[in-house]
């Protein structure tokens, strides 16, 4: 079993930044791809971006050029680093991690959730 921890979320206004964070622990074995994802009230959950083990990325058009994913392979931790934040950044975000235990079988884990609001 492995135990996702989000920290970071919080209020910020328009044009800033703030930081999210992503630590797994637990019985891990091999992490592959760790992703965050977002939802906002009355909308679908969206992936916002995904990084690979090797560090491939890819992101939602809506938040090219202003965040950034990165991974800590040591410290099984994804990060997503948001900058010129918008009003319609505001959702609460998940991190979803890859994980393949012993024998190469697939698990799929989320975090809890932490609420991002961008004040206008």
């Known amino acids: 079993q492995v135990q996702l921890v989000e920290s970071g979320g919080g209020l910020v206004q328009a044009g800033g930044s703030r930081g999210l964070s992503c630590a797994a622990s637990?019985?891990?074995?091999?992490?592959?791809?760790m992703a965050w994802y977002r939802q906002a009230p009355g909308k679908q959950r969206e992936l916002v971006a995904v990084?690979?083990?090797?560090?491939?990325?890819n992101y939602a058009d809506s938040v090219k050029g202003r965040f950034t994913i990165s991974r800590d392979n040591a410290k099984n931790t994804v990060y997503l680093q948001m900058n010129s934040l918008k009003p319609e950044d505001t959702a609460v975000y998940y991190c979803?991690?890859?994980?393949?235990?012993?024998?190469?079988?697939?698990?799929?884990?989320w975090g809890q959730g932490t609420q991002v609001t961008v004040s206008s």
């Open positions: 637990g019985r891990i074995f091999t992490i592959d791809n």
């Open positions: 979803n991690v890859i994980h393949y235990r012993v024998g190469m079988i697939r698990e799929d884990y």
């Open positions: 990084i690979s083990r090797g560090g491939s990325t």
